[in-house]
């Protein structure tokens, strides 16, 4: 039998066409499902957030975000605003009679694994409001993966529309490796940072030049995972190596890596912060979230948790560097500081503070912090205090054990003890007017 000269020639374009309408459909299929995340979407940074030109990245406009918590799998849903905020839409120019607060941070600030109902940001303007006659909003200005580096650029880029009475920079101790992975985006004039845009939106400018199959999302998905099997293998260097997920931490050791210039960096940073805030006529205060590596042992000791943020299983790092880091900072530039963590110390079960899977707040940590939060604030920053709902208990009245917790929830005891003493603040009291012996302390990083 004589074979048809055209068979192969129509098998081989038959196979072409095959491949062609298949790699057509998976194309349209990553399309289709990237639209879908636009509009509902599980919680993954790489999902909820969108780059950015001028703060690197930020938390996409007007979606829903549901997730599930990590400890307990109950599904938790929450919405971003117009401007990429948690939370509910803001009036712009504030209204009379508002006092406004703005919180920024990171994913410490953001919690998108809790309740809107039970984050520090709610609970704050819940505690605040009881003591004030104006209309307390406390908004919610937290980021993945943001430092102060980028929660100077959000303010100034977009926040300060909102005119903030208040700004508080809720520094998570990784903070200063985010600000240092993106450092070398940001744009800048003389010392001052100007922009940040994400490397994507950079090499897009090229794009012309790119070959058609790098503007596949197939390609862009395959590459994405070929680097994660690559480097799924850890290093013992990358738990000091600021670069590494796995170094992140580092500087909290005992026997921390010589990051002095980035720390330096990022204090820098954060008195930059405050000098915004003052031009503005608005006050800032820095508050310090304390890692759970540095509360208990035992605290985010879920399945890898620990090993993915280069900490050692049972490692409880006991150095009050960090903290007295900040401190000495704060005073040295007359900043107010809130360093809640030997109240965190003082609990019972400090742990439970904490979520098992995840190393961010429990339901019972940010009601902690929110009150040491809410208690600093209305001893420490001129505002509308005193005079709010129910105010026949007084001031101390509203964060003692009568608004705590139901008796048994984890942390409970911690919080009824946090009342109006002033363990936890610092001192703002400028330099020149202490004694000898606390600016001597001061210079040795002491806390006072």
């Avoid at 508080?168 to 101790?173: A, E, H, K, S, V």
């Avoid at 005079?387 to 009568?402: K, L, P």
Wanted: net charge positive; with cysteine; proline share 7%.
């Amino acid at each position: 039998m004589v074979r048809s000269p055209l068979r192969f020639p129509k098998h081989l374009v038959f196979a072409i066409s095959l491949l062609g309408l298949s790699i057509c459909g998976v194309e349209f299929g990553l399309h289709l499902h990237d639209a879908c995340l636009l509009t509902t979407s599980s919680y993954s940074e790489r999902n909820a957030c969108a780059p950015s030109w001028t703060v690197h990245h930020l938390l996409k406009p007007d979606v829903r975000i549901t997730t599930a918590d990590p400890d307990t799998g109950t599904q938790i849903s929450w919405r971003t605003n117009s401007l990429g905020l948690r939370g509910p839409e803001y009036d712009i120019p504030k209204p009379v009679g508002v006092y406004r607060i703005v919180c920024l941070g990171d994913d410490s600030t953001l919690a998108p694994e809790t309740a809107s109902g039970e984050t520090f940001c709610t609970r704050l303007q819940e505690l605040l409001a009881t003591v004030s006659p104006a209309r307390i909003e406390v908004i919610n200005a937290g980021c993945p993966q943001y430092g102060p580096l980028l929660s100077l650029l959000l303010l100034k880029h977009s926040l300060l529309a909102l005119s903030p009475d208040l700004v508080i920079c809720n520094f998570d101790m990784s903070d200063v490796a985010d600000d240092h992975r993106c450092r070398r985006s940001v744009r800048m004039n003389g010392a001052q940072p100007l922009y940040c845009p994400h490397p994507d939106l950079e090499r897009q400018r090229n794009s012309a030049e790119k070959l058609w199959v790098e503007r596949l999302l197939m390609w862009q998905h395959a590459k994405h995972g070929v680097k994660y099997v690559l480097g799924g293998e850890d290093r013992p260097e990358d738990n000091r190596d600021i670069d590494a997920p796995q170094g992140t931490y580092a500087w909290l050791r005992d026997d921390p890596p010589d990051w002095s210039v980035y720390i330096g960096q990022t204090l820098e940073t954060i008195g930059q912060l405050s000098r915004v805030c003052r031009q503005t006529s608005g006050k800032f205060v820095l508050a310090v979230i304390p890692a759970p590596f540095q509360i208990s042992d035992d605290a985010s000791a879920g399945p890898g948790v620990r090993t993915r943020a280069g900490v050692e299983e049972h490692q409880h790092y006991k150095s009050r560097v960090p903290f007295d880091t900040l401190s000495a900072y704060a005073r040295k530039k007359t900043i107010r500081i809130c360093d809640p963590s030997t109240i965190f110390l003082r609990a019972k079960q400090p742990e439970r503070l904490y979520r098992r899977n995840v190393a961010h707040f429990s339901a019972s940590g940010h009601e902690l912090y929110a009150r040491v939060l809410a208690r600093f604030v209305v001893q420490t920053v001129p505002g509308p205090w005193g005079s709010g709902q129910n105010r026949a208990n007084g001031v101390e009245g509203r964060f003692s054990a009568t608004d705590s917790p139901k008796s048994g929830e984890p942390g409970s005891s911690a919080i009824r003890k946090t009342g109006f003493n002033r363990v936890g603040t610092a001192d703002t009291t400028p330099e020149g007017n202490r004694p000898a012996e606390t600016r001597a302390a001061a210079g040795r990083g002491e806390v006072q």
